[in-house]
């Protein structure tokens, strides 16, 4: 009887246990994975504003050569 007893206490427990690391373990997936996905997308906006830097530093020079001649 008492045996029963310690195992109605303690599986509910190693459920709870269970559950709560299954969460946690997709709640840090998540955090993590949305934290790389705002990373790479600060790097591909980088990479945009140094290209259209560039571009419009090209066009400025051509410009400038053109006013020379």
Not at 10 to 31: A, G, N, T
Request: hydrophobic share 50%; charged share 25%.
């Amino acid at each position: 009887m008492a045996l029963l007893r310690g195992i109605l206490i303690l599986w509910p427990i190693r459920e709870s246990v269970l559950l709560l690391h299954i969460i946690s373990k997709r709640f840090l997936y998540k955090k993590y994975d949305q934290l790389f996905v705002t990373w790479l997308m600060q790097k591909i906006q980088a990479e945009f504003t140094d290209i259209e830097k560039s571009g419009a530093a090209r066009i400025n020079e051509m410009f400038s050569i053109a006013r020379r001649n």
